[in-house]
């Protein structure tokens, strides 16, 4: 039954402040697309699929395009800093708002585990003989620190994190470029000499690479949250989710053309240095595997900084919603503090069970939450198609944001999102992640229907 307390749209989260500028919302919606998964994880991908990584990248990249109009639409209609999970629960439900909101938490705050292990393998390359945990343990009170601060301390840090990965990816374009036109000084074009064998694993390649690739695009999300505590949340989603097309566009899909045609596809460098590392290496870029260590030092950072963010926000507004303990909604200068905190924490035991249990618990911990992405999509889709009828009737303007030749191209997105969970079944390597987050997901449904059903009584 869905939710009485959201049938009519909300003001926008009135408790958080409202600090992000125009110019950090286009910067994260920038930076946004460019993780430390496209500077290493696409280098998997590339050895599978070979020069298809392209169609790849492309084909997933068209789903996200539509997922993240999709998701546009409904944000700018209803700003919230719940995001997905706000409007899963306008049009289906309390219990699929809980289910999709709390799944994408424990995803962002493992996620923040992660990547803190990743900054500090990095660093402590640089630095031998230095503890790994003690770099965990700075990278997590900086980032706690950043967004227990006001929202526009966590702005400035995103502005400058995504102005440096953009800038390096931007260079790496050009050069390439440069170099596969010839004109790059002391470079010889490889012409088309790498693409001779377009599916070297035919169609097995192509959907492992396919399956890469999806995972990549995990974080474009955290605009439309940022977007609620924005100096004008409307303008802000709009200009985010209008300009999605041409950033995947020309930063995924781009940078693996480039790296295609300039590094042969089974090059053993391409996944133990990293796709761009043998991109450089091959163009005679001197440093170049520092310079790329330091990029993707910044994007892992970056990442932590914006997942910390992230699920402090959804935990914030969960319990708003009355889906969560009701100490986690404490505002304090404009900030929910205690959310950052339990956040935080829950990414740091991440951190231990990586170093306790790296043989059992940890492993079970990443298959449960690796395909919650999809989840939160099949989510977007769902309430899309059924609040854009309400929509309509309760709107006296046009929409900001409107999703493209609606009802067909969200019916279209998901099969597509169909498609892939079978691709994942058929796969041995993706069905476990399939199969456990599976079970969390149906296990959070069922709570989140009994409690449901427990305040409809009440």
């Not at 761009?276 to 330091?294: C, E, F, H, K, T």
């Not at 309509?392 to 929409?399: G, I, L």
Request: aromatic letters at 10%.
């Amino acid at each position: 039954m869905p939710s009485t307390t959201l049938e009519t749209p909300p003001k926008p989260d009135t408790a958080l402040s409202h600090g992000l500028k125009q110019r950090h919302l286009s910067m994260i919606a920038l930076g946004g697309v460019i993780g430390a998964g496209l500077f290493v994880g696409s280098g998997a991908g590339i050895a599978a699929a070979g020069p298809s990584i392209v169609i790849a990248y492309a084909v997933s990249g068209l789903l996200v395009m539509l997922v993240m109009r999709m998701l546009g639409e409904m944000s700018a209609a209803y700003p919230s800093s719940g995001s997905f999970s706000a409007h899963a629960e306008r049009a289906i439900g309390p219990w699929a708002g809980f289910t999709a909101g709390w799944s994408f938490w424990v995803l962002l705050c493992t996620a923040v585990g992660l990547e803190g292990i990743g900054a500090a393998k990095i660093v402590t390359g640089w630095l031998p003989g230095t503890p790994e945990w003690a770099w965990v343990a700075l990278f997590m009170v900086v980032f706690c620190g950043t967004n227990l601060a006001a929202v526009k301390n966590f702005g400035e840090f995103e502005f400058w994190f995504a102005a440096l990965k953009v800038g390096a990816i931007t260079l790496f374009l050009v050069l390439g470029a440069l170099a596969i036109a010839g004109v790059l000084p002391g470079t010889d074009s490889p012409g088309t000499s790498n693409l001779g064998d377009f599916l070297p694993h035919g169609s097995e390649g192509l959907v492992i690479g396919l399956l890469a690739s999806v995972f990549a695009y995990g974080g474009l999300e955290t605009v439309t949250i940022a977007a609620a505590e924005s100096e004008d949340p409307v303008k802000g989603v709009a200009s985010a989710v209008r300009t999605a097309m041409w950033r995947i566009g020309i930063f995924y899909v781009g940078s693996m053309a480039v790296i295609v045609t300039l590094v042969p596809w089974d090059s053993k460098e391409v996944v133990e240095k990293g796709p761009y590392v043998a991109a450089l290496d091959r163009l005679g870029i001197p440093g170049a595997g520092q310079v790329m260590s330091v990029v993707v030092l910044v994007a892992l950072l970056s990442a932590m900084n914006a997942n910390i963010y992230g699920s402090s926000r959804i935990a914030y507004s969960l319990v708003e919603r009355g889906q969560g303990p009701r100490a986690l909604a404490r505002v304090s200068g404009g900030v929910p503090r205690t959310a950052v905190l339990t956040s935080s924490v829950f990414g740091f035991v991440c951190v231990v069970l990586s170093y306790w249990r790296p043989d059992d618990v940890f492993p079970w911990l990443l298959n449960m939450i690796g395909a919650v992405i999809l989840v939160v999509w099949f989510s977007i889709a769902v309430a899309q198609l059924r609040l854009r009828r309400r929509l309509e009737r309760e709107a006296t303007d046009r929409p900001a944001v409107r999703m493209w030749a609606f009802p067909a191209l969200t019916w279209v997105a998901l099969a597509g999102m169909v498609a892939i969970f079978v691709l994942m079944a058929r796969q041995p390597d993706t069905r476990v992640q399939l199969y456990s987050t599976g079970g969390m997901t149906l296990f959070l449904a069922a709570v989140g229907y009994a409690r449901q059903r427990a305040r409809a009584r009440s």
